[in-house]
């Protein structure tokens, strides 16, 4: 099984005191992570208010990026985010731009996405798309 990391959940995972772990039904699972993810973690190292706090931020991402393969958007994945986009307007209950990108690229790859807890509610109104939560 394969499993796509949100931003939220890298967030978590680079906090986490010790070295980056994923729950144990996921330890065996490839790691794959949206471009769009890479792309919000790089600005939470911007914003992180100095030099030596970037840094450190910096580096725990990317000993979690190196765990991961980096995705981009592409065209098969853009048809599920039309769909996804879809769906979600017909409840209207649009998601976050971001996060469709992040629940059509799990789903594009047949895969789970890994979650924290406060994305959990809206990754779960996208259908066929199985949602893990980090705890």
Known sequence: MGVILDTSALVALERQLDRPTLPEQLAESRLWMPAIVWAEA???????????????????????RDLTTIVHFDERIAEHYADIYYECA????????????VAAT?????????????????FRLVKNLEVVVLK
């Open 90 to 101: 017909r409840k209207g209950r649009l998601i976050p731009q971001n996060d469709m990108a």
């Open 42 to 64: 790089l600005i939470g190292v911007r914003l992180a208010g100095g030099a030596v706090k970037a840094a450190q931020r910096r580096a725990r991402l990317a000993e979690i």
């Open 106 to 122: 799990a789903r594009a790859l047949e895969s789970a996405v890994l979650v924290g807890s406060a994305d959990e509610a809206h």
